[in-house]
């Protein structure tokens, strides 16, 4: 008789070799990457906004599994609704029928798009994209997307056709037919637009990469040449979505903006069953599927799948119950105000920006003589240094986890789980402050480990 499987003496007998794992038989730059900055930690446990080493130690979340914890770790909601699909025995993907639990996610997040009429369930926020441009090019029949420079959109090679950050598309062309165009110049927008086979713009209405906001009214006169043009308006909220600003959508923001199609995805998983969502207008997805010969024209394998569907659906019941957009709008604007009131107070800090709970915080050159040499230092090794300092004693010496916004920039993204309280603002800012009057004292171990990563980068060259 065969063994019976048991996840956690699995787990037990083997939990010890995850790096040593990762090393031989998936990415092995990432165990490097980890051991290089200290972050190669072993986390037990965690719960909302904090996780738990093997020590017992508390560990203050603030990067969300790049936005996907937007409740948090194991909200008891979601994981209840979890448990009663899996309970439920559901029939689930045969194809061939038409399942509730699809019908009544789509009916609630369309609640939160009053111009929107339908949705398409895939399993990531890159599928997402990828729907998005294919129905963008067959409802206008044209074949050229716009992006904005320095936009994400994702990996796979449809959205990576619109990622804005060369490093991510070297080595991978040639890409679909897709033009740059900077967040907010609308005379080069409307440059692209006369050539005549523009099918859409896709934007992020705040950049994930370096937290920049598109600028006031660029979205709704973005629209307006577009629709002029018969072209469509994508808003990627794929990061931004869900409450993350402050509002259900980033675009919301800005009255009259009402964007053809939507991405969603991260923070509608609650952290557990990847999904994701494009929403769009009626006309759109009518002409997609035009004909029962076309039903299957674009699909999914793992869409709409019942686990998903019941996140989901959770995700969204608790937002409203417990007022997750208006909290995360408060706590937000606590915190980028306190973290801005600090820019006067430390010369490396150049700039604090953002809404809600995306805020970017931005390091700059120093004006006094002792610290600038430092950073030219750094900045002739590689930009992006001096924030990836910042980052490493946040989490080693405060225990909170964060992230450097984007390569070669020196602005650290701060996208925690949208349940953070004031504690949990009180412990950041007061660990920031820490960090920065160490590397405004000039000395001690920061500084010996900035020029520890000096040596790795030019190394690496």
């Not at 927008?189 to 950049?207: F, K, M, S, T, Y």
């Not at 043009?229 to 009259?256: C, M, N, P, S, W």
Request: a negative charge; aromatic letters at 8%.
């Amino acid at each position: 008789m065969s063994k019976e499987f048991d996840l956690g003496q699995l787990l037990a007998a083997r939990g010890a070799e995850r790096y040593a794992l990762h090393e031989k038989h998936l990415n092995h730059q990432l165990p490097r990457m980890l051991h290089t900055i200290g972050f190669d930690k072993v986390y037990e446990r965690a719960e909302g906004a904090h996780f738990w080493d093997a020590e017992g130690n508390d560990y203050l979340d603030m990067l969300a599994g790049f936005g996907v914890m937007g409740l948090g770790r194991h909200h008891p909601v979601v994981r209840k609704a979890l448990h009663d699909v899996l309970d439920a025995s559901l029939a689930d993907l045969t194809r061939f029928d038409c399942p509730p639990l699809p019908g009544l996610l789509a009916e609630q997040l369309l609640t939160h798009s009053p111009h929107l009429d339908r949705v398409f369930f895939g399993s990531s926020g890159t599928e997402a994209v990828e729907t998005a441009l294919k129905f963008a090019r067959y409802a206008t029949g044209r074949p050229r997307v716009l992006y904005c420079t320095h936009a994400f959109h994702g990996l796979t090679t449809g959205s990576l056709s619109v990622n804005g950050e060369d490093g991510f598309r070297e080595g991978f062309a040639p890409l679909l037919p897709d033009t740059a165009v900077p967040l907010g110049d609308l005379d080069a927008l409307r440059r692209e637009l006369l050539r005549g086979d523009v099918a859409a713009l896709i934007v992020e209405p705040i950049q994930g990469k370096g937290v920049h906001e598109s600028p006031p009214g660029y979205l709704r006169q973005a629209q307006e040449l577009l629709h002029r043009h018969k072209a469509l308006l994508i808003a990627d909220e794929v990061q931004t979505g869900l409450g993350r600003t402050g509002d259900f959508y980033a675009y919301q923001h800005e009255d009259g903006v009402e964007p053809d199609l939507v991405c969603v995805a991260k923070a509608l998983s609650g952290g557990y069953v990847p999904v994701g969502a494009t929403l769009g207008k009626e006309w759109i997805f009518k002409k997609v599927y035009s004909s029962m010969d076309r039903v299957l024209v674009h699909s999914a394998s793992f869409g709409a799948n019942a686990q998903a569907m019941a996140a989901g659906l959770a995700v969204l019941s608790v937002m409203e119950n417990e007022q997750i957009v208006a909290h995360a709008c408060v706590t937000g604007e606590l915190l980028r105000s306190r973290l801005a009131a600090l820019v006067d107070e430390y010369e490396l800090l150049s700039e604090v920006r953002g809404r809600g709970l995306m805020i970017g915080i931005e390091f700059g050159r120093p004006s006094s003589l002792r610290l600038r040499g430092r950073w030219t230092m750094l900045q002739a090794a590689r930009k992006g240094l001096f924030a990836q300092m910042v980052v490493v004693p946040l989490l080693q010496k405060h225990h909170i986890l964060t992230q450097v916004s984007g390569d070669h920039l020196e602005v650290i993204k701060l996208i925690p789980p949208l349940v953070v309280d004031e504690a949990d603002v009180d412990r950041f800012v007061t660990a920031f402050r820490a960090v920065m009057d160490e590397a405004h004292s000039g000395g001690g171990l920061m500084w010996d480990f900035g020029r520890t990563l000096v040596k790795q980068a030019v190394s690496g060259r």
